[in-house]
């Protein structure tokens, strides 16, 4: 199997230019649209493609702990518009002043003007009770969840697709109206359609509710908080450099 | 802001056919990498931009709760290749036999041959305790985070690079070893090189452990369990279908 000619220096198994720098510019224009998206449907074949991304996420000792529930019932969708909006009052009670006035000012999802509606759930209990790389972190299938949400957000990014990720829910109000079995966790409701735009930066970055913090920040060697020695020196002058992407120029 | 020649259709803001094909590319190909990492370096620059791939993961409201702690020393590295070997061996004790032979036969680790070990951890208190999109699950940072090693993930499938998401570990051994306050969790050591190949099939499916499930298992429409209707029958059809895609020929 090893070609001794190949023993200096490895094989090149980098995807081709292109491709490669296709997945970075899906990273980097990827956002968390809530907002604008445009009525025209997403033809079957280009969901499909996105579900199939997902479902080739990795999981934990392959669990595969996800079920996508496709949204098709508009009486189904006002019932979990209905229990976000709740969610999103209460939220704003517990922000307080000013902060609860500028959250309720945030149109924080599109779950009636999405054209796609796509509530994601993690079964906990999928392939038995001892499943590998589980046994020390239960949340390990949240991981692969999330893996599997990533991988449908990028490829939605790609087809042109905008997509929003909604967590402002209570879990038993969606448990309820997605009639889940108990043990059953959905993690969020995805909102997806075409969009007019992709916007430069994150929405809660314009709306100067947060914003991104310096990498160099998160990064230690070694140990938390550790920023020494040669090794950190040399890497931590380029982790704030803002790279030049073609699609940036 | 609004062109009313678009008003008829949506503008086509998909990526180039050869960058989109690449995200796919990468979504399928990526493997959870645990063996035959080559001992080339790689390269500063090359993980510069894998670590910023990470950073630039959606977050809930923009909280970025992660942090990268690279492993330089070898010291370090030795005492959590000694934690992992631990938690490998109660799990095997725990899987029974005959289980527990197979799963003791498996590679599941490579911390001391990767050259490059990164610990992932997620600081729950970042950006004070009301943070947009999480009071209804706080289990969001989780998310996030998972989000952020699925970017890095990518980008190295990229690059050519293999990773190994590693999470045999008793979290407070790897707390100790690597000073974490008791409220940040680590979720993940990652293990990353170049490798001679991606294999074309997970490796616990190679191994039969486990197996890629159909897809159209996990597909329901309106609420959990339900498989019917005309949206369904349209649907379902393809799930399983097998895309052709050019690395596959």
Not at 70 to 86: C, H, S, Y
Not at 136 to 151: G, L, Q
Not at 194 to 215: G, I, N
Request: hydrophobic content about 40%.
């Amino acid at each position: 199997m090893i070609d001794p000619t190949e023993r200096k220096g490895h094989p090149d198994l980098s995807l081709p230019e292109a491709e490669k720098r296709g997945v970075y510019h899906a990273i980097y224009t990827r956002r968390d649209i809530r907002r604008e998206f445009l009525p025209d449907p997403v033809p079957e074949e280009v969901l499909i493609r996105l579900l199939k991304a997902a479902h080739h996420a990795p999981s934990v000792g392959f669990m595969q702990p996800w079920n996508f529930i496709l949204i098709e019932n508009p009486a189904v969708r006002q019932e979990l518009k209905r229990v976000v909006d709740k969610e999103r009052k209460a939220a704003a009670i517990v922000f307080e002043s000013p902060r609860s006035e500028k959250f309720l000012s945030l149109k924080v999802e599109a779950i009636l003007d999405a054209p796609v509606l796509i509530g994601v759930t993690i079964d906990p209990a999928r392939e038995g009770p001892f499943v590998l790389g589980r046994l020390s972190d239960p949340d390990t299938d949240v991981y692969s969840a999330s893996c599997a949400i990533m991988n449908l957000w990028l490829a939605a990014r790609a087809e042109g697709i905008g997509m929003g990720w909604v967590t402002i829910f209570r879990r038993e109000d969606v448990q309820g109206i997605l009639n889940l079995p108990y043990h059953v966790k959905p993690i969020g409701l995805l909102c997806l359609g075409y969009v007019r735009e992709f916007p430069q930066r994150p929405m809660l970055e314009t709306e100067e509710w947060a914003y991104r913090q310096p990498l160099s920040k998160h990064v230690f060697v070694d140990g938390w908080g550790r920023q020494e020695g040669p090794f950190w020196d040399s890497i931590s002058k380029d982790l704030d450099k803002k790279d030049v992407w073609p699609w940036e120029r």
